[in-house]
Structures are given as C-alpha cells and as structure tokens.
C-alpha cells in the first residue's frame, strides 16, 4: 500500500473517531448542570417564592421557582437561563423583574437542579410549552413575557414562535448553536453531528410579538454581531440594544442594562404615523422656478 495512501486512512480513521466522540459526548460539553437533592430548600432574601413540580406526559419533573413582586403582578416573566448550574444560583436575577412589579418563573431545564428527565431538544421543547400552558391557565397571554438567556434565547424564541406572548426578550443569542460550535470545530460536520442545533433564526421567523435583543459588545462566547444579524430576522418588530462593554456573564453589572430593562418593561408600542416624518420627504438642490 502506498505511504500516501496510509496517511489519508489515518486521518480518515481519526476524523470518523473524533465525530463520533463529538456526537456521544456533547450532552456533557454543552450542558453544565448542578444537580440539587429533592429535600433541597430554596432561599432568596427579601424574596417571595412559591416552589412548583410540573409532571411532564414521559413522566419527568421539572422543578421551577415563582418569584412574586411586592406590589401587584403586571404579569409575568418566564425566564429561561443559560446552560450552566440550576436555578438556585440564576434565582438571583429574578429581582431585575420583581422590582417592576413582575412575577417570575424560572424553571431547571431536564437533568438540572431538582428537574428529572431524560433531555433531549426535542424533549425540552416540550416541556417548556406544558409550562407556558399552565402560565396562559393562570393569566392571559398579552400578559406573558419570554426572557431567554444565552443557551435560553433559542427556547424563548421558539415558544415564542409557537405563540403569543406580549414580547420576547433575548439576551446574548445564538444565530443557531450550531453556528456556535461551529468556531471550535470548523472542519468537522456539525450539521449532521449536532443534537441541539437551536436554530434561533429560522424560529424568529415566526415571531408576531415585539422582540427585545440584549447583547454586549465585548462577547467573546458568542460575538455581538450575531445579534445584528439576528435583528435583520424581523427588523420591524424587532430592537437592537447594546451594552458598551458588557461580556457574555456581566451584562447585570452594567447600569446601561438596568435601564434597557426598564425601558423594555415599560414600554408602550405606538405606532407612528410615517406621513409626518422625513422617511418620504424628497429633497433637491434645485430651487423650484417661478412663473412670472
């Protein structure tokens, strides 16, 4: 057999080993979990917190925490975190929300925290729809925001796409997961390799409320520009804010957040009447002649 011909069935071999470890093991590279025994008690200062159990029709347990505003509900966040630790630790954000007066529901996505279940993106799709049903059992839809972080925003923006809540709101995004893993792995084929290709962008697609994008510039995870691109989906129900030199984990220690999300909270759509503006005024160098 010839030298050259040994060469190329060894990095044959070697590629067809590494894909096969990528497919078998990017459940562990991609989901970082912290997993909480079931006596596990909650415990968040100055919070008012309901602890729920969702039983799910495969039989799986998703664990969730409402957190409960001091004043009465405006409605209600559903806050879906990123792919690390449990709610325990992500609980904290919830009081960005409870202080405008809005419930918050943050749920352990399969095989996190106290939540059961084998995972899968199919598996968690659903069950992030059984918990937006029993949120639209409680209140109305024009009442219900979607918040996505990270990991998240893919998830927010499908239920989203699947149906109406009043905003969607999505901080740091992915153009699609796939796209993600896609830098650290250029030349293999993902496409085919991925489980969780999250296509975020195919899904903003079908988005009829107001979407809210959130992201920094100083990203290194996931860079700003994705979330450019990502504006350009539905540019008319869609607005772009930026964070000055906020990172993929920071974007709370920045006083420019804050205020983006309360503008977000408490805004009103209106819609503009176009004829008063400069969008179709007409302008010329030329002075218009007289008649004598």
């Known amino acids: 057999m010839p030298y050259w011909l040994n060469i190329v069935i060894s990095i044959l071999i070697v ?8 497919y078998y093991l990017q459940d562990y590279m991609l989901f970082k979990p912290e997993k909480l025994p079931k006596d596990f008690k909650f415990y968040y200062e100055n919070q008012n917190i309901e602890e ?6 495969d039989g799986a347990v998703i664990n969730g925490i409402l957190f409960k505003p001091k004043s009465e509900s405006k409605g209600i ?3 879906l975190k990123g792919n690390s630790k449990s709610i325990k630790g992500w609980g904290k954000f ?3 929300f409870t202080r405008h007066g809005y419930n918050v529901l943050m749920v352990d996505y399969r095989g996190f925290g106290k939540s059961t279940g084998r995972r899968s993106q199919k598996a968690i799709k659903r069950d992030l729809q059984e918990v937006y049903n029993k949120i639209k059992e409680r209140t109305t839809e024009d009442r219900i925001i979607l918040y996505g972080r990270s990991l998240g925003s893919g998830f927010a923006a499908k239920l989203a796409s699947m149906n109406h809540p009043k905003m969607l709101v999505l901080d740091a995004p992915y153009y699609s997961l796939t796209k993600v893993t896609a830098r650290y792995a250029p030349f293999m084929p993902l496409s085919l390799l991925i489980k969780y290709p999250l296509p975020t962008y195919k899904w903003l697609k079908y988005v009829q409320c107001p979407i809210h994008i959130i992201h920094g510039t100083n990203d290194n995870l996931i860079p700003y520009k994705t979330s450019v691109k990502l504006s350009k989906v539905k540019p008319k129900l869609t607005k772009l804010h930026t964070v000055i030199g906020g990172g993929h984990k920071n974007l ?16 009103k759509s209106q819609d503009i009447d176009l004829s008063t503006t400069s969008i179709h005024v007409k302008h010329t160098s030329k002075p218009n002649k007289t008649k004598a």
Not at 15 to 22: E, G, H, K, Q
């Open 252 to 267: 709370n220690n920045f006083e420019s957040y804050h205020n983006m999300i309360q503008d977000i909270l408490n805004s």
């Open 15 to 22: 590629y067809i080993v590494i894909s096969i470890a990528l």
């Open 77 to 79: 966040v559903l806050y």
């Open 94 to 96: 919830a009081v960005d």
């Open 52 to 57: 729920h159990n969702l039983e799910t029709r």
